[in-house]
């Protein structure tokens, strides 16, 4: 009989930890909602923000609620039920545990996982100057978009689109963004344009001390009729909530 029960309990662990979702595949279906090529820059700054919460994982036993917010597929249903959870019952142990909590979506405990971790027995530390230096991480994206045919009067160079960016994070409290852009059939390296046509960046502080969360940009230049200043694209949870 024990045999059994413990035959019984073995089978949905192991169905479970076999389909637990990878990071890749996760990014594979972020990929899919960039599609549109309207929402090509929504999607590289989500891209950016979970690529650096899955670096940093949140320590769930202490989340807030607007730590949880961060992560764009969870709804406010499924965030009252961690919080309420985590009130009634104390911290977890594990992550199966997100198995039992009312209201939240199998889809939803996968999703959760790559963000998430709980350990119960050691509480948060504080942020030294050396522990905040040593997490600082650099990421380059670039884009070139290549046409396959040639306008007429145009080099062929001219069509082709450039997109760099290079952000530098140092943990969660400081992220900063550079953007470098081309379209396509704008020049470059000319008296008007010398090099890309398009400019843009940020800085980001966030729980520094009193400090919670101050954005300075996404502010854009553009070369080309004149110089524009304008706002970048701000956005919440709409492309993973669709």
Known sequence: MKRL??????????????????????????????ADESHQQEWEAQMEALSDLHDHPIDLNHATREQLRQLPFLSETAIDALLDYLSMNGPMRTLGELRLVNHLSQQEGEWLRL?????????????TLHSWWGRSRHEVITRVDVPFYQRAGWPWARGIGHRLRYSWQQGRHLDVGIRMEKDAGEQMFTRDIP?????????????LGVVRQVVVGDFKASFGEGLVLNNGLQFGKSTMSQ
């Not at 029960?5 to 990014?27: G, H, K, N, R, V």
């Not at 963000?115 to 942020?127: A, G, I, L, W």
């Not at 090099?195 to 729980?207: E, N, S, T």
């Open 195 to 207: 090099f890309y046509d398009g400019y843009g960046g940020h800085v980001q502080l966030k729980d």
């Open 5 to 34: 029960l413990s035959l019984l309990f073995w089978i949905p662990c192991m169905t479970l930890a076999q389909s637990t979702l990878s990071w890749d595949e996760f990014m594979q279906q972020l990929a899919e909602e960039a």
């Open 115 to 127: 963000f998430v971790q709980v350990d119960p027995m050691v509480t948060q530390p504080r942020d």
